[in-house]
């Protein structure tokens, strides 16, 4: 299969609208970002514009809706407008927004995705990832019973399968075979409530927002006239009646099972937060968002766990493409502290390296006297090193340039590393490199095992006269 390449759009657009739990005017903008970036909101209110990733870690509440926080950092009911965005093929994408909430528009993601789509798709030049399911992962929530299972597939697909037990609305299943389908088939789904949960929003008044344009409503109970007086003031309606199909009325159903394409549309927006395009079939029982975020953050750590230990595969015997001649003329280290012997692949965006780690090194002598073992400090070094070619291959002149660290995160040892072995680094971007600044994951192996990993951020810096 041939590879595809990731998407952004073309230019940036703006939409407005009210958050439904907030009842707060809220103006959302879409912007166009480079390679590798990914989905962010950025919070365009607050102090310093700060931005929070589209990241299943992210997840702190699923009550109504999935929200994500980082550093106080709040987004509330992220699904719809990244299920648009996936919808779409899109891989990158800004969110400015001037409030925790997204508008919720009609209740469905079809508002995002005519605003995605006016300000056009456009690829970019690196390879889409996508992870591709080789066996059946998995999630069951044992005291609701909802489950997701994801299996092999030629393509992403999703069934929902949904069960309300009530008499108004039943069971009712919906599949998604194309996700290119995801405009015609799911978009237009709008979000629905129960009426019991509604008379429960308006006593914690958490419907401020509300419009009976916005939100299907199933009548489950009998509409008493306390609840009904209610209902005419949250929604500026003068009167509020039950259709023959049991919802309340100004509303009339796409499909006759829109609430389970809604629970569709909100599985892959929440599926969105494993970062990675899935190559795989959904199967989702009983879905919302607990289960669905829970599912997210476990496929999130199976994809983060087999890109980790993915070796690369290096052939000793074949000419390295740089040797330790052409390594120093970009690394201003020199022995004894120049860590790194080959480098094998290196591309604009990753670079594998090289370390024989033989008995005559210095550090030997003293780390330990009878059981020599590389210090942890200095394999996070080597890969840092490994990162500085792939950093500082970027400017024409490298000799004029010196690389400094600024950040080690998440850094994990996992064997020894002795005398004799063969150390292999693999480093990659994270993000773009941005004004001199490089953030990589990088990943050593030796002996067919991953030994130590990190994350690095570094800057170039250009050296003084």
């Given at each position: 299969?041939?590879?595809?390449?990731?998407?952004?759009?073309?230019?940036?657009?703006?939409?407005?609208?009210?958050?439904?739990?907030?009842?707060?005017?809220?103006?959302?903008?879409?912007?166009?970002?480079?390679?590798?970036?990914?989905?962010?909101?950025?919070?365009?209110?607050?102090?310093?514009?700060?931005?929070?990733?589209?990241?299943?870690?992210?997840?702190?509440?699923?009550?109504?809706?999935?929200?994500?926080?980082?550093?106080?950092?709040?987004?509330?009911?992220?699904?719809?407008?990244?299920?648009?965005?996936?919808?779409?093929?899109?891989?990158?994408?800004?969110?400015?927004?001037?409030?925790?909430?997204?508008?919720?528009?009609?209740?469905?993601?079809?508002?995002?995705?005519?605003?995605?789509?006016?300000?056009?798709?456009?690829?970019?030049?690196?390879d889409a990832e996508e992870y591709i399911v080789?066996?059946?992962?998995?999630?069951?929530?044992?005291?609701?019973?909802?489950?997701?299972?994801?299996?092999?597939?030629?393509?992403?697909?999703?069934?929902?399968?949904?069960?309300?037990?009530?008499?108004?609305?039943?069971?009712?299943?919906?599949?998604?075979?194309?996700?290119?389908?995801?405009?015609?088939?799911?978009?237009?789904?709008?979000?629905?409530?129960?009426?019991?949960?509604?008379?429960?929003?308006?006593?914690?008044?958490?419907?401020?927002?509300?419009?009976?344009?916005?939100?299907i409503v199933y009548v489950d109970k009998e509409?008493?006239?306390?609840?009904?007086?209610?209902?005419?003031?949250?929604?500026?309606?003068?009167?509020?009646?039950?259709?023959?199909?049991?919802?309340?009325?100004?509303?009339?159903?796409?499909?006759?099972?829109?609430?389970?394409?809604?629970?569709?549309?909100?599985?892959?927006?929440?599926?969105?937060?494993?970062?990675?395009?899935?190559?795989?079939?959904?199967?989702?029982?009983?879905?919302?968002?607990?289960?669905?975020?829970?599912?997210?953050?476990?496929?999130?750590?199976?994809?983060?766990?087999?890109?980790?230990?993915?070796?690369?595969?290096?052939?000793?015997?074949?000419?390295?493409?740089?040797?330790?001649?052409?390594?120093?003329?970009?690394?201003?280290?020199?022995?004894?502290?120049?860590?790194?012997?080959?480098?094998?692949?290196?591309?604009?965006?990753?670079?594998?390296?090289?370390?024989?780690?033989?008995?005559?090194?210095?550090?030997?002598?003293?780390?330990?006297?009878?059981?020599?073992?590389?210090?942890?400090?200095?394999?996070?070094?080597?890969?840092?090193?490994?990162?500085?070619?792939?950093?500082l291959s970027t400017v024409p002149d490298p000799?004029?340039?010196?690389?400094?660290?600024?950040?080690?995160?998440?850094?994990?040892?996992?064997?020894?590393?002795?005398?004799?072995?063969?150390?292999?680094?693999?480093?990659?971007?994270?993000?773009?490199?941005?004004?001199?600044?490089?953030?990589?994951?990088?990943?050593?192996?030796?002996?067919?095992?991953?030994?130590?990993?990190?994350?690095?951020?570094?800057?170039?810096?250009?050296?003084?006269?």
């Amino acid at each position: 299969m041939m590879s595809k390449k990731q998407k952004t759009i073309q230019k940036e657009i703006s939409l407005s609208g009210v958050g439904l739990h907030t009842g707060n005017e809220v103006t959302m903008t879409f912007k166009p970002t480079s390679e590798n970036h990914g989905f962010a909101f950025k919070r365009v209110d607050l102090e310093g514009s700060p931005t929070i990733e589209a990241r299943a870690e992210y997840v702190v509440n699923t009550q109504r809706g999935t929200n994500i926080e980082k550093n106080g950092v709040l987004i509330q009911t992220s699904e719809h407008v990244l299920a648009a965005a996936v919808g779409l093929g899109i891989d990158n994408l800004l969110i400015e927004i001037n409030a925790s909430e997204p508008p919720i528009m009609d209740g469905s993601s079809k508002f995002f995705v005519k605003a995605l789509e006016k300000a056009g798709i456009k690829e970019l030049n690196a390879d889409a990832e996508e992870y591709i399911v080789k066996e059946v992962i998995s999630y069951k929530d044992e005291i609701t019973g909802s489950e997701i299972i994801l299996m092999p597939s030629d393509e992403y697909q999703v069934t929902t399968m949904v069960d309300f037990g009530t008499k108004i609305l039943g069971t009712q299943n919906a599949t998604l075979n194309h996700i290119t389908d995801f405009k015609k088939e799911i978009a237009d789904a709008r979000t629905f409530s129960f009426l019991h949960e509604i008379e429960m929003l308006l006593e914690n008044d958490l419907i401020k927002g509300g419009d009976l344009n916005n939100a299907i409503v199933y009548v489950d109970k009998e509409l008493s006239e306390k609840t009904m007086q209610k209902l005419k003031k949250a929604f500026n309606k003068d009167d509020i009646k039950i259709k023959s199909n049991g919802i309340l009325d100004n509303l009339n159903l796409h499909w006759a099972n829109e609430a389970a394409r809604h629970k569709l549309l909100d599985v892959i927006g929440d599926l969105a937060l494993t970062g990675t395009k899935i190559r795989g079939k959904v199967i989702a029982n009983k879905p919302g968002h607990l289960v669905n975020t829970q599912f997210a953050k476990k496929l999130a750590k199976i994809i983060k766990l087999e890109k980790r230990n993915n070796i690369p595969q290096v052939d000793l015997n074949e000419a390295p493409l740089m040797d330790i001649q052409k390594i120093m003329e970009i690394l201003p280290h020199r022995p004894p502290f120049l860590l790194v012997d080959r480098i094998i692949e290196l591309s604009d965006k990753h670079v594998v390296g090289m370390k024989n780690v033989s008995m005559n090194e210095d550090f030997f002598i003293g780390h330990f006297p009878g059981a020599p073992v590389m210090p942890g400090v200095l394999q996070i070094e080597a890969m840092a090193q490994c990162g500085g070619i792939l950093v500082l291959s970027t400017v024409p002149d490298p000799e004029n340039y010196l690389t400094y660290f600024m950040k080690i995160d998440k850094v994990k040892f996992k064997q020894k590393v002795l005398p004799g072995d063969t150390l292999i680094f693999k480093s990659e971007l994270i993000t773009p490199i941005r004004r001199g600044i490089a953030h990589m994951q990088a990943y050593g192996y030796a002996n067919g095992k991953l030994v130590v990993e990190a994350e690095l951020m570094a800057k170039i810096s250009k050296r003084k006269e």
